[in-house]
C-alpha cells in the first residue's frame, strides 16, 4: 500500500559546527536538482549515515548508493560534538555512566567493533593522528564527590575486569596545566577524533563509490513498490531506503512519544598565541571527560589542518522537544561555559571564546536505539542515546546488515534489545526532565 509521509520539520541547528569552522574549506557535494534513481538511499551523513552508506558499499556489489544531507557535511551534530569515541558504557542516564553487568559487557563488545569500524575507515582513506587518535580518555575530577564518583567508576571497571589507570592531582597538571583536578582515571580503549574532519575524510573516502548530495532536506517520503524520497529541487526513487537522521526520525512520524531530544552546548576559544600555550603548559592534546555525567567536558586541541591550539568546554543540557531551542539557551550556556573556563584556566583570564554551539542528542528513557525495519524496506539507524560518534556508527553499519544480510553474529547481539519505552505525557515530561536536568547541575557544583 502506497503511503506518504511529510518531514514535520527539518534540522536547525542553533550557532556554526565550529569544528567543521576552523578547518580548511570543505570540498562541496552538489545540491540535488534532478530526479534520480538508485538502488540505496541513505538519509543523513552523521556517523550513522557514513557507516550505513560504507558498510552497504562493502555489500551490495555495484548497486548504487546515494547518501543525502540537509546540511553541508559535518555542520550538524556531526560536526558540534566533543569526539570521544568510548568503547565502554556512557550511560548518561546514570549517575556514574555504568549500566547493568551483563548489558556492559555486551556494549563494550558492540561499541568496540563500531570503534574498529571508524579506524578501519580512518585507514583506509588516510586520515592522521590530528584526526583520529586512539589514546584513550580521562575522567577528571574537581571535588571530593567527583572523586567518589571516579572510585565508584574504578570499582564498576573492576567488575567488569577493564584496566585503567589512576592519575594523581600532580600528573593531571602536568598534562592539563591546570591544577583545577584533582584525581583521573584513564581507560585506554577510546578514539579522540576531530569530529568534522573524520566525517569530511569517510565522505571523501567514499565519494567514489557513493553520491552525496548536500543542503538537500527530504521533506517527504512516498512509500511504496519503489520509494520516492522528495526533496526541494529533485527526487530519489529507490527500492530501499535507510534513515540516519537521528531524533529526526520522529519527524517522519516514526518512534512518536519514545524519544527525548536534548540539546547540549559548547564554547570554543579562538586560536590561542605562543604564549598562552606556553602559559598553560601541559600536553598539547587532551580532553576530559567529567567525572560527574552533568559537569563539563574539556579538550584542548592543537593545530589539525592548521586550525591552531583551542581549548573547546561543554556543559549544559535541556530537553526540548520541539527539536529547537532559541538565543535564551544559548546565553544560560555561554554564561556557565565562561564560568567553566574561567575556573580551569585562570593563567588564560582574556582570552575569548570564538565559537559557541548547541546540538542536538537523542535518547531514549531506556537508552534503547530507535532501530530496525519500520515500513516495507526502510530502515532506521536512529537514536544514539549521546554516544552518537560510536553507536551511530555501530547502528549504521547495523542497519545496512540488516536490510542487505538479513542477519549476522554482530546484528543478533544488537538486536538483542527492547523498543524505546514510551515517555509521560506532556507536560509532565518537558518539566520533570528539565527541573531534573537543573537539579543535577546544581547537584555537580564545582564540576560543572
Ligand atoms: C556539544 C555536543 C557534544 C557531544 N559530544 C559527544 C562526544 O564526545 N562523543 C559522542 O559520541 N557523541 C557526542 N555528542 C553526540 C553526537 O554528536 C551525536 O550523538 C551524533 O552526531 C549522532 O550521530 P547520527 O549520525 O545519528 O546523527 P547526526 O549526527 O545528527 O546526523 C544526522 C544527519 O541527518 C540530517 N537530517 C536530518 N533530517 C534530515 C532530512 N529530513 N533530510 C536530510 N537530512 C536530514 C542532519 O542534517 C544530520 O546531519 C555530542 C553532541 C553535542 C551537541
Redesign the pocket.
Known amino acids: 500500500m502506497n503511503k506518504n509521509i511529510k ?1 514535520k520539520r ?2 536547525k ?1 542553533p550557532g556554526p559546527a565550529a569544528w567543521n569552522r576552523i578547518l580548511p574549506d570543505a570540498r562541496e557535494y552538489p545540491a540535488l536538482t534532478e530526479d534520480i534513481q538508485a538502488d540505496w538511499v541513505v ?8 557507516a550505513a552508506a560504507r558498510r552497504l558499499s562493502q555489500l551490495v556489489g555495484d548497486e548504487s548508493i546515494v547518501l ?4 553541508r ?1 559535518a ?4 560536526g ?7 568503547d565502554l558504557p ?1 550511560d548518561l542516564n546514570s549517575e556514574t555512566y555504568a549500566g547493568a553487568h551483563d548489558q556492559d559487557l555486551k556494549q563494550i563488545r558492540l561499541n568496540r567493533a563500531a570503534i574498529d569500524f571508524a579506524r578501519s575507515a580512518a585507514e583506509e582513506y588516510g586520515m592522521d593522528k590530528t584526526v583520529f587518535d586512539p589514546c584513550g580518555k580521562v575522567t577528571g575530577a574537581a571535588s571530593a564527590k567527583g572523586e567518589a564518583h571516579i572510585d565508584s567508576y574504578g570499582k564498576h571497571l573492576d567488575a567488569l575486569g577493564e584496566g585503567y589507570r589512576l592519575m594523581s592531582t600532580s600528573e593531571m597538571k602536568e598534562w592539563t596545566g591546570t591544577d583545577f583536578y584533582t584525581k583521573g582515571l584513564f581507560t585506554p580503549g577510546a578514539v579522540m577524533i576531530q ?1 568534522a574532519a573524520f566525517i569530511r575524510g569517510a565522505a571523501e573516502g567514499l565519494s567514489s563509490r557513493v553520491a552525496i548530495y548536500e543542503n ?4 517527504e517520503m512516498k512509500l511504496g513498490d519503489d520509494h520516492v524520497l522528495v ?1 526541494p529541487k529533485g527526487s530519489i526513487r529507490a527500492k530501499r531506503v535507510i534513515l ?5 526520525v520522529q ?2 512520524g516514526f518512534f512518536s512519544r519514545q524519544l527525548l531530544h536534548v ?4 564554547s570554543m576559544t579562538r586560536a590561542l598565541t605562543p604564549e598562552e600555550v606556553k602559559r598553560l603548559g601541559g600536553a598539547a592534546d587532551w580532553g576530559i571527560l567529567p567525572a560527574d555525567p552533568m559537569g563539563t ?1 574539556v579538550r584542548r586541541s592543537s593545530d589539525c589542518m592548521g586550525s591552531g591550539n583551542r581549548i573547546v568546554v ?1 556543559n549544559h543540557a535541556n530537553l526540548s522537544q520541539s527539536l529547537e531551542v532559541g538565543e535564551r539557551d544559548m546565553r544560560i550556556a555561554a554564561k556557565m561555559q565562561d564560568r567553566s573556563f574561567a575556573n580551569r584556566f585562570p593563567m588564560l583570564e582574556g582570552v575569548e571564546m570564538e565559537h559557541r ?6 535518547l531514549s528513557w531506556n537508552s534503547m536505539p530507535a532501530f530496525g525495519e519500520l515500513d516495507n524496506r526502510v530502515w532506521s ?12 556508527t555501530l ?2 553499519m547495523m542497519a545496512a546488515e540488516q536490510a542487505v544480510l538479513g542477519t549476522s553474529p554482530m546484528l543478533k547481539e544488537f538486536l538483542d534489545h527492547q523498543q524505546p519505552k514510551k515517555l509521560p505525557p506532556e507536560p509532565f515530561l518537558s518539566l520533570g526532565a528539565n527541573m531534573t536536568m537543573k537539579w543535577k547541575e546544581w547537584q555537580a557544583g564545582i564540576e560543572l
Open positions: 518531514a527539518l534540522p541547528d538519509v543523513g551523513g552523521g556517523f550513522a549515515g557514513i543525502v544531507d540537509a546540511c557535511l555542520d550538524g551534530p556531526a558540534r560534538n566533543s569526539g570521544f569515541m568510548i556512557h569530529p538537500t532536506p527530504v521533506t526533496t540516519a537522521v537521528n531524533g529526526h519527524s517522519f540539546f547540549t552546548y559548547a567536558t561543554r554551539w548547541g546540538g542536538r542528542l537523542c539507524a536512529c537514536c544514539q542515546n549521546g554516544l552518537g560518534t560510536v553507536k551511530g547502528s549504521g
